[in-house]
Every structure is written in structure tokens, then in C-alpha cells.
């Protein structure tokens, strides 16, 4: 039995909710990079990428790229694409963020340019940070002890909830 945190319809809430505030955040900017963390925060960048179309039209042009490095061993991380990121706003998206070494890491390419400005968004937060990364947009916030583990369950292009064990 699962203890849902997020069922599939709140968490489609959270998602669209954090959409308007980077469309707030980010007014006036014609491009966003949304860079989404293999497997899960690809899912959630996606979902984030069509309700930006949604609200903001062809207002505002995304790229969506893939971030891949080994969660719990971040030494080499990979970019689907190879693009200029110089002046650009760059969201690195992951399902959750416990440490923020993730975070971290993933945004470690993007450093070798000038990016404009660097974002980050998680579905949900857990309060256990160990690095300096605080997300910039957060679906829920958690206490949790460091035995709990949260799990992010994804379907094609969907978030169908959260749970913690």
C-alpha cells in the first residue's frame, strides 16, 4: 500500500501552478532552456514545457534537453544536446530534491558559459540539505526523516503521484 504524498490531480495542480510563476519570474524573456534530470524530471519538464505553451502561447519559446548523471555518484553528467547557453535562462527540473547534490551537479555544464540566469525547479522539496542549492520553484515542501525515501511515479508524459516509504 502506498501513502500517497501527491495524487496524480494535485500534483498536475502544483505543476501548472509553478508554470505561471515561471512565466512570473521570467516575464518579458522570448526563450527558456528547460534542461529535465533523467528519468523523472525529463517526465516533469515535459509537463512543465506543455503547460507553458498552454498559458503563454507563442509568447515564449521553450527547448527541452535531458540531463543524464548517476544520482548517487554525480561525477560525469551529460546533455542530450550540445547548444550555446550563453545568455540564456536555463530551469534544471528534477522529481525531488533531498540533498541538492543532484541539483548541483546537473547544473555544472551549464557553468562552462554565461548563462543569464539559472533556475531550478523539484516537484517536491525535502528538507535535508547538504549543498547550497534551494529550488527556485517547488510543488511541496516536506519534512521527512533521512529513513524516509519519496518516489515520483511517472507514465509517459505524466505524473501520476507521489509517495513516501
Known amino acids: 500500500m502506498k501513502n500517497y504524498i501527491l495524487t ?15 512565466l512570473e519570474n521570467n516575464a518579458g524573456e522570448q526563450q527558456l532552456i528547460l534542461a529535465g534530470i533523467r528519468e523523472s524530471g525529463s517526465v516533469i519538464a515535459r509537463v512543465i514545457q506543455q503547460q507553458l505553451r498552454e498559458i503563454a502561447g507563442d509568447v515564449l519559446q521553450t527547448t527541452l534537453i535531458s540531463i543524464s548523471l548517476d544520482k548517487k555518484n554525480p561525477g560525469t553528467v551529460t546533455l542530450s544536446e550540445s547548444l550555446s547557453f550563453d545568455d540564456r535562462v536555463i530551469i534544471v527540473i528534477d522529481d525531488v530534491a533531498n ?22 525547479l523539484v516537484l ?17 515542501s516536506l519534512s521527512t526523516t533521512l529513513q524516509e525515501h519519496i518516489n515520483v511515479e511517472v507514465e509517459g508524459d505524466q505524473v501520476r503521484g507521489a509517495w513516501l516509504e
Not at 547534490?101 to 540566469?117: G, H, I, Q, S, V
Not at 517536491?124 to 511541496?140: C, I, M, N, W
Open 99 to 120: 540533498s541538492g547534490r543532484t541539483l548541483l551537479y546537473a547544473m555544472k555544464p551549464f557553468l562552462e558559459f554565461r548563462p543569464r540566469k539559472i533556475e531550478s
Open 8 to 22: 496524480q490531480q494535485v500534483a498536475e495542480k502544483k505543476l501548472r501552478r509553478m508554470a505561471y510563476e515561471i
Open 124 to 140: 517536491v522539496e525535502r528538507s535535508h540539505k547538504a549543498f547550497p542549492v534551494q529550488p527556485d520553484y517547488t510543488g511541496l
